[in-house]
Nanobody, 118 residues
């Protein structure tokens, strides 16, 4: 059974920082691309950042230079360091990965709320 458990969200003032964590179980973590998505009220869920099994990263244009995704395979955990936060970063942040055998089968965490006040 695959589980993704996010933590680290909260309320922060604009310009502040937060570090999100996602602990994974039920998968061979080191072989999976891991991603962070976010969904703001009334908006579609969007990809924020991804990191491959080899450590290559990609970011949404809106967070480049401010957010950093990383992983610790020994701890089966992926992180999202968020700096210079803006009110428009307010959203529920979700951890995601996909099944490596069954196409289209994604796994999601329960989400963690990030609120940035102006």
């Amino acid at each position: 059974q695959v589980q993704l458990v996010e933590s680290g969200g909260g309320l922060v003032q604009a310009g502040g920082s937060l570090r999100l964590s996602c602990a994974a179980s039920g998968i061979i973590f080191s072989t999976h691309t891991m991603r962070w998505y976010r969904q703001a009220p009334g908006k579609q869920r969007e990809l924020v950042a991804g990191i491959t099994s080899g450590g290559s990263t990609n970011y949404a244009d809106s967070v480049k230079g401010r957010f950093t995704i990383s992983r610790n395979n020994a701890k089966n955990t992926v992180y999202l360091q968020m700096n210079s936060l803006r009110p428009e970063d307010t959203a529920v942040y979700y951890c995601n990965t996909n099944n490596l055998v069954v196409a289209g089968l994604d796994y999601w965490g329960q989400g963690t709320q990030v609120t940035v006040s102006s």
